[in-house]
Each structure stands twice: as C-alpha cells, then as structure tokens.
C-alpha cells in the first residue's frame, strides 16, 4: 500500500508540474474573428465586363450574367438578393447557376428577354459566403437590349414605301389641320387651337403632293385651300402684311411664340407665302373658284410690307415685329441658316421689295456667312463648322430647286448635299459613341429632344435621330436616305411610326420615342420626298414670274430654271 502511495504522488506531482509548464510557455487559444467579407470581383454580361458608372447597350436577350466573388457563397442566400428587373421595377425570372468552385454565380433569365428595352441587374448585401461572411458592397448594372432586326411590317417596293410615307405624313395636315381655319397646328402634343404659320407654308405645299399621289382629289384640296386662304385673308392678325409665328385657330389672333414675340415674325410669312404662290401656280385652271383662289393669294402676298423690315432702311431685314415691343427682339436676319427663302421672297415683291444690298450686306454680311473648309472630305461652302442642323438644307429648298443653283457665294447644290453627306458621315462616325448610330440610322436636326427642344447638329449633338432630317434629304442623299427610311420603318416601326407617319424624334442611347409630330417636320418630309421623286414644288414655285425676277435680275443667281 505504502508503495503504490508514493507511485500515485509522484504521477501527481509530474502532471501538476507539466500543466505549470503548459501555462508558462504555451500562448492561450485564440478567440474566433468574424467570417471573411464577401467582395465581388468582376460583372460580366455574357463575356463583356459591365460597366457599372453607364449604362451597357447591345446586350443580347439571352445574355447570362456572371457575379464572381472572392470566395464560396452560400446559396442558400443568394435567390433572394441577386436579381434581373425589367425597367428596374418589374422582377425577371431567373435561372441561377453554380462555377469557379460556388465563386462565381451565372444567372440566366428564363425567357429571352425583351428587345429595345432597359433591364437592371443587381446584387443586394444579404448574400453571404458560405461561413457566414456579409457582400462588403451591393451592386447594380444597367443594360438595354440589342434592337430587334426583324420586320415589323411587310416588305414592299421602295417606290411604295414612298407613297404610303408621304401619304401617311400628310394626314398630319389634312386629318389634324384645324377645323376652322385648315391651317396646321404647330404640334400634336399642344394645344388645339394653336397653328403655326410657317408650318402651314409646309402643310400648303403638301396639297398639290397629296392630289397628284392620289391621296385626295383635286376639288377637296381646292376646298381646303379656299378655307385657308379665305381665313388668312379675312381674319388671321397681321402686321404691316406678316403674320405672327403662331395665331389661334379659330380666332386668328397672335398667340405670343415668347415673352417679347407677340407681332410678326418675317421668316414665318416667308414660308407661309412661299406655300401660298405653290398653290397659286398649281391651282391655275380658268374657272371662278381657282381664279379667285389665285386673286386672294395675290392680295395676301402683295400686302407683306417686306421693305419695311428693314427697321431704319436698314441694309437688312429684321426678323421680328410687334406693336407692343416695337423693334425690341433686334434679330437680324443673317446667314448661313433657313432665311435664304426670306431674301428671296423679298427680292420678288413686287410691291415691298428689296435691293440686292440689303441681301449682300444683310443675309450674306458681305461673304462672312461663307465657309470653305473641308469635313469628313467634304469641302462646305457656307455656314458653321459641320453645317448645323440639317432643316438649313431643307426649309429654304422646299420650293427653290438647289440644282445647278449658284450666286457669288456658293453653288447651292453643293451646299445642300455636302451639308448632308456630312451630317451623315458624322453620325457614321458616331465620334461620341452613341448606341445604335449607323449608316442606316443616322440624321440631326432641330426636334423634339428627352428634356425639351434642341436644335441637335454635330456640334450640339444629344444622341437624339430625327428621321425628318434623312428622309428630308432625298434628293441630296437618296441611297443613305433609303437605307434610313427602310430602318425607321422595318425595324423601329413599332417605336415610331403612327397615325401621322413617323414621329418626330427618338434615343436609342436613351431608350426615348417622342409621341409628337411638329409640322415643321412633318411638311419636309411630304415636300422633299415628292422633289426627289418628280421635282413637283421646286416645278411650281419657280414657275412664277416674281420669283425668277426676284432670284435672277434682283440678287443675281443663275440657275437652268431662272
């Protein structure tokens, strides 16, 4: 017994000893931290690294996007806190997917997802790695969808394509016209009762278009024009001859364009008389009710006090009028831009007109309006680097006939066209980078915009296409303007094309379609088409005797015609 004493404390002792031992010299255990973070390492939309400061475009709809992380996640987290939302609101079916070791997660939407159209795709902090390690920082990427390249329509001839735009476009003019006075409204989106005078200049010309295409006979345009013509003589609010920017439609009094714009507006009337001796020379027959058609045309025309713009017999016209603010607006009229038409119908009255001085040093500025520099490989005889917005190619040119046009300052015809050209190779260029810019979509001009109006050109350029600039062009660009045309109508029809023709502008870069038609958009489209294809306006308007006078032996152009 003594002997198995002394064995039990000495096998005492050695333990207690070599726990003491243990204390001293062995570091206590540590305490466990918290799991590591989960950071994501890369987005991908299918193998395209996605960009989370902009939006991503051209994204096919059976796009897979891909999350890799630093490390495992738990997917029992996951279903709930990554998603695919259409417009960022409506939750997009999804399949998930496992790889790189549960690191990466591919998700793949069930269905091909929608064409055109704006998608978000995010991750939300409650995912977690699979020991319990938070996401650090939630993400999200935008991303729009490729354009869809099928048809939205059946393919017919270009010839019929043709028609059924022209015929479509005019309806803005002929259904939407104001019941009273038959003059344009200034837009689909404003209020009934304001019509614009320019744009009915436009609206006017589109008549002798829509009788010969067959769109309506030559008795329901003869009426139309009777009651235009009728009101403009009667009734619409004129000053010293011109007419105001807008008028109301039933009353034809001014409706102010601004604060200070409440009188008249010279290059307004230069339109709207320039559509007014269009319909003069079409409507020619002998009987009574033409006859009296052309002798209120005349009485309208010959009473635009032209010269009296002058201001002080100025060697320029002024722009603006009123009999409120006087000459307070102070807007010369002064090239390059769509005044050209302006001088022109001055130069022909035959009542009010206008030496070739005031066009030299007023309009032209004495050869400052001219350019001669080159861009894309075109050299541009006039105006700003670039050339501005395409209507300065159009609005002056709807019944002036730019070719074999020349004067000391530029051939016209190689104003218009390398104008155009430009425009287009620039939206070719596309040197800003905006989505869906080509060959085949591609123009700017003044137009309806996301946030407002802008006069968009190369040099002011939003992402905004209006398709009244290219199909406006026809006969300056007909094989670009085609390739526009086809693209506008087969691919973006279910986009932009209405009761109206195509509306007035739109935003691939912003996923943006106007719902407006302006009439100054609308009319060129009409006008120019017909041009390219017979040469109707630019026929009759430089049929008349003033204008040859005025263009010819006033301001001294050649042309085949005068």
């Known amino acids: 017994m003594r002997t198995h004493f002394i064995s039990y404390s000495v096998v005492l002792s050695l333990l207690l000893a070599t726990a003491g031992c243990g204390k001293k010299d ?3 255990a540590p305490v466990p931290g918290p799991p590591t973070g989960l950071v994501l390492l890369s ?33 029992a987290t996951v279903g709930a806190s ?5 417009n960022g609101s409506s939750i997009v079916p999804v399949d998930l997917a496992y790889e790189n070791g549960d ?5 793949r939407p069930l269905a091909p997802l929608k064409y055109l159209t704006r998608y978000v795709a995010a991750t939300g ?18 991303f729009i969808t490729q354009i869809d390249s099928t048809d939205k329509f059946p393919v017919v001839s270009d010839n019929a394509l043709l028609d059924l735009v022209q015929q479509q476009t005019f309806k803005y003019f002929w259904d939407y016209g104001h019941p009273v006075s038959g003059l344009a409204r200034e837009r689909s989106n404003a209020g009934a009762e304001t019509v614009t005078s320019g744009g009915s200049g436009f609206g006017i010309m589109s008549i002798p278009v829509a009788i010969s295409r067959g769109f309506i006979s030559r008795a329901a345009g003869l009426t139309r024009m009777q009651t235009i013509v009728g009101f403009l003589k009667n009734t619409a609010q004129k000053f010293h001859g011109a007419f105001p920017h807008w008028l109301n439609g039933t009353t034809g009094v001014v ?38 058609l052309r002798n209120d045309i005349n009485t309208i025309w010959n009473g635009v006090e032209w010269s009296w713009f002058r201001k002080s017999n100025e060697n320029v016209l002024y722009w603006h009028w009123s009999p409120v603010n006087n000459w307070d607006m102070n807007h010369k009229i002064q090239g390059w831009n769509e005044c050209l038409i302006t001088y022109i119908m001055a130069a022909s009255s035959t009542s009010f007109g206008i030496p070739q001085a005031v066009y030299r040093e007023g309009f032209a500025r004495n050869g400052a309006m001219q350019n001669g520099n080159t861009y894309f490989g075109y050299p541009l005889p006039l105006g700003s680097a ?7 190619a159009h609005y002056s040119f709807m019944g002036i006939n730019p070719n074999g046009l020349s004067d000391i300052y530029a051939n016209y015809q190689t104003q218009v066209t390398n104008h155009t050209k430009i425009n287009y190779e620039y939206c070719r260029a596309n040197p800003r980078g905006y989505f869906g810019y080509s060959t085949a979509c591609w123009g700017l001009t ?61 935003s691939l870069q912003e996923l943006w379609f106007a719902g407006s038609h302006l009439a100054i958009d609308q009319g060129p489209i009409v006008v120019m088409i017909e041009n390219y294809r017979s040469g109707l306006i630019w026929n009759l308007l430089t049929s008349c005797p003033e204008i040859k006078n005025g263009m010819k032996n006033v301001l001294g152009f050649t042309a085949p015609y005068l």
């Not at 990554?82 to 259409?86: A, D, F, G, N, T």
């Not at 690191?103 to 998700?107: C, D, L, N, R, Y």
């Not at 709207?272 to 009574?288: E, H, K």
């Open 26 to 28: 062995r570091p206590p």
């Open 446 to 506: 003044a137009s309806d915009v996301p946030a407002g109006y802008n006069a968009n050109e190369p040099n002011n350029d939003l992402g905004v296409i209006s398709p009244t600039a290219a199909l406006s062009s026809f006969p300056y660009t007909p094989t670009e303007s085609m390739n526009a045309l086809r693209f506008f109508y087969y691919k973006l029809g279910d986009k932009i094309w209405s009761q109206y023709g195509f509306t007035d502008a739109f």
């Open 43 to 75: 987005a991908k939309l299918d193998n395209t690294a996605a960009l989370a400061v902009s939006s991503n475009y051209n994204i096919k709809p059976g796009v897979i996007f891909r999350l890799s992380f630093n490390n495992a996640v738990d997917r």
């Open 125 to 142: 902090n409650s995912v977690k790695t699979v020991k319990g390690g938070a996401l650090v920082l939630a993400s999200s990427y935008t």
């Open 103 to 107: 690191s990466t997660v591919a998700i």
């Open 82 to 86: 990554v998603s695919i939302k259409e």
């Open 255 to 292: 409706i102010p364009f601004s604060s200070k714009d409440d009188g008249a507006d010279l290059v307004e009337t230069s339109y709207l008389v320039a559509g007014l001796l269009t319909a003069r020379q079409y409507f020619n027959g002998a009987d009574v009710a033409e006859t009296n």
């Open 386 to 392: 670039n050339g501005g917005p395409l209507f300065f």
